[in-house]
C-alpha cells in the first residue's frame, strides 16, 4: 500500500512483474490475506453466533418464566419437548402452512421460470421485473395490502389467508431461484428428444423435468424455510391461527420456555439432514 | 425447423403464457389487487366503529397529510437505521462475500451453508438469542466495559445500535449472497490478468472485480435497506419505546387500534419513499438491473 502514491503515473507503465516472481513480497501482501480471512471468520461467528446461543439455551435450567440467563446444564426440555400443547400446535399449523403454500408456490413459480428461461415471448422483459417486485416490497406493506383486501372481501382470516399470504412471495422466490438454477442448461437435449419423436409432454417428463428437478427442490426447501419463518406478513393474516413465530412473540411477552429453543434447534437439525441428503443425492445422479 | 442462435425452442407461441399465467394469475390477485384496496383503504373514513367497521372512501386526503404530520421522527428513524444497518451489512458482508468467492477453496459450500444457516432458524428466536448475548448482565457488554468501548448509558440492549445492529444482522445473508452469486460469475483469468496489469492487488480489485461486483452489491444493498426500513422486530426486542420504527407504527395501527385508513396510508407513503429512494439510487450507481 505504501508503494501506492510513489507510482509513476498511468502513461508510464512499468513493465508488468512476472506472476509468481515477486522476490521481496511487502509484508502486507503476505499478512493481507490472513487478515481478509480473518474478517470473514468473524462475520460468520457474527452469524453463527445467536444460533450457537439458542442450542446452549435449550439446555439451561432457567428460573422463574423467561429464558434469558444462563442458570445451569439440565436436559429436562429436551427430556419433554412436547411438553406445552399449545407450543406444539403452534408447530403443527406452521409445518401445515409450509407444505401447502410450497407445494402451490413451487409448482406456479417454476412453470413461470421454465416460461421466462426457454422461450423469448413479448412481456418477458416486464415479468422478470414484475416478479422481482414483491421481493422489493416491505413485509408490512403486503401483510397490511392482504388483509385490507380480505377485509374488503369479507373473508375471515386464518389458516387459509396465512396459506394465500405465504404462497404470494414464495412464488418470486422459487421463479428466481428455479431461474438462476437452470440458465445456462443444454437444452438441446429437448430438441433431440422432439427429433427423435417424442412428444412435447414426453419430453418434458422424461427429459426437461429432470434437468430442473435439482433447482426445484432447491428453490422448494427455500420456499419452506420462508414459510416456517415468517412473522410480519402472518402476524397481520392470521386471524385466531397462531403458527410457530406467532407463539414465540406472544410468548415473549408472558413466558419462554426453553423448549421453544429445543423447538427452534430440531427445525435447524431437520433443514440441514434435508439439505445434507439432498446434497448426496445430487451427487450420486450426476456420478451415475 | 428452428435457428439454434438463441439456444430456445419454439415450439408454440402461446405455451410461454400458458406456463406463465396462474403465478401471474395468483400475483395480480394476491399482490397487486390487495395494493389497490390498500389505495382505496387509505383514502377512505370509518363511519362504523372500531368493532364493525364501516369503511366509506371519501377521498380522504387528511390521512396523508396526518401520516407525515404525526410519525415524521419514526419514518426518519427507520430510514436511519435501515440506511446505517445496509452500510454496515456491506462493510461486513463484502469481504465475506469476497472470501467464499475467490478464496474458500473447498470450503465453499460449507461457509456457504454457514451464511444460509440462519435461514432455518426462527427469525424471532434469533433476534430472543440476540436479546441475551446483548443483555447488561451479559459477557459483550462486561467485555466492552473491560475494553472501555464507550456505549450510551453503559448499556447496549434497549438503545438505537442494538437496534440497527440487529437489523445489520438479520438482512446480513440478504447482502452477502447475491453479492457472492456476482463474484462468482467474475472469470477467474480476468482477476489474473488484473493482477498482473497492476502490481497492487488492491488496485486489481478496484479496477476489475469491485465494477463487475456492482450488480451484486445493488441487489444486496437494496434487499437489505428495503426490509430493514419496513421491520419492526428489532425495534421491538432490542430497542425500547424511543426507538419505534415505522413499521411499529403501522403494525399497531392496523392490528390494535384497527384504525385502517390511517395505518393505509403510512403504507403507502412508506412504500412510496422506498420506490423514490430506489429509483435515484438506480440512477447514481448507473444500473437498473435487478436480478
Redesign the interface.
Known amino acids: 500500500m505504501t508503494t501506492l502514491g510513489t507510482r509513476p503515473p498511468e502513461t508510464t507503465p512499468p513493465a508488468p512483474p512476472p506472476t509468481g516472481a515477486a522476490p521481496s513480497p511487502s509484508p502486507l501482501r503476505r499478512v493481507g490475506p490472513w487478515l481478509l480471512n480473518g474478517y470473514a471468520g468473524a462475520v460468520v461467528f457474527i452469524l453463527f453466533l445467536p444460533i450457537l446461543v439458542i442450542i446452549l439455551f435449550s439446555f439451561n435450567d432457567p428460573v422463574g418464566k423467561f429464558n434469558f440467563v444462563w442458570k445451569g446444564f439440565s436436559l429436562e426440555a429436551w427430556q419433554d419437548p412436547f411438553k406445552y400443547e399449545p407450543l406444539v400446535d403452534a408447530m403443527i399449523v406452521s409445518l401445515e402452512v409450509a407444505a401447502v403454500s410450497t407445494v402451490i408456490s413451487a409448482v406456479l413459480g417454476t412453470l413461470i421460470a421454465v416460461a421466462l428461461v426457454r422461450y423469448r415471448f413479448t412481456g418477458s422483459g416486464a415479468t422478470n421485473t414484475f416478479l422481482v417486485l414483491p421481493l422489493t416490497t416491505p413485509e408490512v406493506v403486503m401483510g397490511a395490502s392482504l388483509l385490507t383486501l380480505f377485509l374488503d372481501l369479507n373473508w375471515a382470516t386464518g389458516f387459509w389467508t396465512i396459506v394465500i399470504a405465504h404462497a404470494m412471495f414464495q412464488i418470486s422466490f422459487v421463479a428466481l431461484t428455479v431461474k438462476a438454477r437452470v440458465r445456462g442448461f443444454d437444452w438441446s437435449l429437448e430438441d433431440a428428444a422432439m427429433d427423435l419423436g417424442a412428444t412435447p409432454l414426453r419430453t418434458f417428463l422424461r427429459v426437461t423435468f429432470p434437468l430442473i428437478l435439482p433447482g426445484v427442490v432447491a428453490a422448494a426447501m427455500l420456499s419452506f424455510a420462508l414459510s416456517m419463518d415468517d412473522f410480519i406478513i402472518t402476524l397481520f393474516n392470521s386471524g385466531n391461527e397462531v403458527t410457530y413465530p406467532l407463539f414465540v412473540n406472544n410468548a415473549a411477552k408472558t413466558a419462554l420456555p426453553p423448549q421453544i429453543n429445543v423447538m427452534a434447534t430440531l427445525i435447524m437439525l431437520a433443514s440441514l439432514v434435508v439439505i445434507g441428503l439432498s446434497q448426496i443425492y445430487t451427487r450420486w445422479r450426476t456420478r451415475g | ?2 435457428g ?1 442462435a ?6 408454440s ?1 402461446s ?3 400458458l ?2 399465467l ?3 394469475a ?2 395480480g390477485i ?2 397487486v ?3 389497490v ?2 389505495l ?2 387509505s383514502l377512505s373514513t370509518n363511519v362504523g366503529s372500531v368493532y364493525e ?1 364501516t ?1 366509506v372512501l371519501d377521498w380522504h386526503w387528511a390521512n396523508y397529510s396526518d401520516a407525515f404530520s404525526s410519525y415524521g421522527a419514526q419514518f426518519s428513524r427507520s430510514f436511519l437505521y435501515a440506511g446505517i444497518a445496509t452500510v454496515l451489512a456491506l462493510l ?2 463484502y ?2 462475500a ?3 468467492a475467490f ?1 474458500a477453496g473447498r470450503y465453499k459450500n460449507l ?1 456457504l ?3 444460509i ?17 446483548l ?1 447488561d ?1 451479559g459477557w459483550v457488554v462486561s467485555l466492552f466495559d473491560l475494553l472501555h468501548v464507550p456505549m450510551p448509558d453503559g448499556r447496549l440492549l434497549s438503545t438505537s445500535w442494538a437496534v440497527v445492529f440487529g437489523l445489520t ?1 438479520n438482512f ?2 440478504f447482502m452477502v449472497l447475491p453479492i457472492y ?1 456476482s463474484l462468482e460469475k467474475i472469470e477467474l483469468s480476468l482477476v ?1 490478468a488484473a ?3 497492476y ?5 486489481a480489485f478496484r479496477a476489475v472485480v469491485l465494477p463487475l461486483s456492482l450488480p451484486g452489491v445493488f441487489a444486496g444493498t ?2 437489505t435497506f ?2 430493514a ?5 428489532n425495534a421491538q ?1 432490542l430497542g425500547s419505546a424511543q426507538n419505534a420504527m415505522i ?1 411499529t407504527v ?2 399497531k395501527q ?2 390494535v387500534v384497527k384504525d ?1 385508513p390511517a ?2 396510508a403510512l ?2 407513503v ?2 412510496a419513499m ?1 420506490l423514490v429512494g ?1 429509483l435515484v439510487y438506480a440512477r447514481v450507481l448507473g444500473t437498473e438491473e ?2
Do not use: H
Request: glycine fraction near 6%.
Open positions: 425447423m428452428r439454434t438463441t439456444g430456445g425452442a419454439k415450439r407461441r405455451a410461454p403464457y406456463l406463465g396462474p403465478a401471474l395468483y400475483l394476491f399482490f389487487i390487495p395494493l384496496t390498500l382505496k383503504m367497521p369503511m461486513l458482508g469481504p465475506l469476497y472470501v467464499i478464496r461457509l451453508g454457514l451464511v444457516l440462519p435461514f432455518f432458524v426462527t427469525f424471532l428466536v434469533r433476534t430472543l438469542a440476540w436479546k441475551t448475548i443483555s448482565t444482522y446480513l445473508p452469486v489474473d493482477k498482473d496489469l502490481s497492487a492487488p488492491w488496485r437494496l434487499l428495503i426490509p426500513a419496513g421491520d419492526f422486530i426486542y413499521g403501522i403494525q392496523f392490528i385502517y395505518a393505509a403504507s403507502f412508506l412504500m422506498i430506489v435487478l436480478t
